[in-house]
C-alpha cells in the first residue's frame, strides 16, 4: 500500500542588505571618495537529501522556515554579512511541489542533494560600486533584492511493510494506535474500519516499519460480503502479513475457524497474498487470566495447523506485553528479503 506522508511547508528567503552610500572621511584626506560597501546577500532556504530522515512529521511540525538576511553595507567599503541559509534535511524520496500552482519544484532523489527552494535577494550594491572617470562621488546604491516567498508541499510516498488482517474486532486498528502515531478508529463493532490508514512504528531510531490497518475480513469477502474485500489489493506489495487472532472472540466464534476463513478469504483474492510470508498473533492476551494464558496459546496454536516452524505470538495492546517481541519478529521477517520482494529502502 503506498503511503503518502505529507506536509505543507511555508518557506521565506532571507531579503538582501541595502547597499550603502558613503565617502571616505580622514584627517588630511579631502574629499574622500566613495565608500560604500554593499549589502550581504540573503540567505537561501534549502532542501537537502538525507538518509537518515524517513519521515516528514517534525516538519510538518515547524511549517514556517525563514532564512537570514543579508546585513547592509557600511563605510569603509565593509560589505554586510549575508543572512544565513536555512538548510533542511527531508527524507530520500520526497517529491515537492508548489502549493498555489502545483507546479513540480524538486525531486529529492539522492543522499545529500541540496535543492534551493526559495532564493535569498542579492545584497545590494555600495555607492563604491557607481564611481566612474566621470562621476567621482556616486550618491546612487541599490537596495537589497527581496526576499522570496512561498507554500510548498512536501510529499513521501511510502510502501507499507505490514499489511494487518484479521476478523473485524480482532484488535488490528488498536494494535495500530498502540505502536505508532495513527489514531484509526477503535470500537468493540465489527467494521470499525472502513478504509486502510498506515502507521509508521518506530522500534528505535534505526528501524522503521510502515503498518497498514485494512477493515476486518469475513468469511464471503470474495463475494462481497462484509466491505469485501477489495481493500486488500493494498497490501500485495506489503513484505509481511500480520495476521491478528482473538483468542476468545467476543462473538463466541472459534478462533482456529476464523484463522481458516481469512486465509481461504486471502487465497480467493490472489495467490501473491496466500503465498506472502504471515506473522500469527494472538491479540488480547489480557483478557485471559494469566495462569490459563500458556495453556490457550498452545491450545490455539495447535488448532491452527500450522507447521512447527511457525511461531504464533500472543500480545495486548492494552497492557502492551508481547508487543515488542511481535514487532522485532516483524522487522526480522520483513528485512529477510522474500521472493520478488525488493528493498524500498537503503
Ligand atoms: N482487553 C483488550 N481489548 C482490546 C485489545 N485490543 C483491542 N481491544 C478491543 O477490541 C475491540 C475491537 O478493536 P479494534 O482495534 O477496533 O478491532 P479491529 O480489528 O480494528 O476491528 P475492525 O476495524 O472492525 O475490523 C475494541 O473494543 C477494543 O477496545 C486488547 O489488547 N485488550
Ligand atoms: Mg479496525
Redesign the pocket.
Known amino acids: 500500500m503506498l503511503f503518502i506522508d505529507e506536509a505543507k511547508i511555508y518557506v521565506r528567503s532571507g531579503k538582501g542588505g541595502d547597499g550603502c552610500v558613503s565617502f571616505r572621511r580622514e584627517k588630511f584626506v579631502p574629499k574622500g571618495g566613495p565608500d560604500g560597501g554593499d549589502g550581504g546577500n540573503g540567505g537561501d532556504v534549502v532542501l537537502i537529501g538525507d538518509d537518515s530522515v524517513n519521515t516528514l512529521l517534525p516538519i510538518a511540525a515547524h511549517p514556517h522556515i525563514r532564512a537570514g538576511s543579508g546585513v547592509q553595507g557600511t563605510g569603509s567599503k565593509m560589505h554586510g554579512a549575508g543572512g544565513e541559509d536555512k538548510v533542511i534535511a527531508v527524507p530520500v524520496g520526497t517529491i515537492v511541489v508548489d502549493d498555489e500552482t502545483g507546479e513540480p519544484v524538486a525531486d529529492i532523489t539522492a543522499h545529500g542533494q541540496r535543492m534551493i527552494v526559495a532564493h535569498g535577494g542579492r545584497g545590494g550594491l555600495g555607492n563604491d560600486r557607481f564611481k566612474s572617470a566621470t562621476n567621482q562621488a556616486p550618491r546612487e546604491s541599490t537596495p537589497g533584492g527581496e526576499w522570496e516567498d512561498r507554500t510548498l508541499r512536501l510529499e513521501l510516498r511510502l510502501l507499507a511493510d505490514v499489511g ?1 488482517v ?13 505502536i505508532s502515531r495513527a489514531t ?11 478504509e486502510p490508514c498506515l502507521g509508521i512504528v518506530e522500534l528505535d531510531i534505526q528501524r522503521r516499519l510502515v503498518f497498514a ?5 469475513i468469511e464471503g469477502a470474495a463475494e462481497g460480503a462484509g466491505l469485501g474485500h477489495e481493500f486488500l489489493r493494498h497490501i500485495e506489495r506489503t513484505s509481511v502479513l500480520l495476521h ?1 487472532i ?1 483468542p476468545q472472540p ?1 462473538d463466541g466464534s472459534d478462533p482456529a475457524t476464523n484463522y481458516h476463513a481469512i486465509r481461504s478469504e486471502l487465497h480467493r483474492y490472489s495467490s501473491t497474498l496466500a503465498q506472502k510470508q504471515a506473522i500469527i498473533a494472538l ?5 485471559i487470566p494469566a495462569e490459563q494464558r500458556q495453556k490457550v496459546i498452545a491450545e490455539i496454536s495447535s488448532e491452527l495447523g500450522l507447521s512447527d516452524a511457525d511461531q504464533v505470538y500472543a ?5 502492551g506485553e508481547g508487543i515488542s517481541a511481535l514487532l522485532e519478529a516483524c522487522w526480522a521477517t520483513c528485512k529477510r528479503p522474500a521472493p520478488g520482494w525488493t528493498a524500498n529502502r537503503s
Open positions: 494487518l484479521g476478523k473485524p474486532n480482532a484488535g488490528k486498528s488498536t494494535l495500530v494506535r498502540a484509526p478508529r477503535v470500537a468493540d463493532y465489527p467494521f470499525t474500519t472502513l490497518d485494512l477493515p476486518g475480513l491478528l482473538e467476543m491479540s488480547k492476551i489480557d483478557m500480545f495486548s495492546s492494552a497492557s
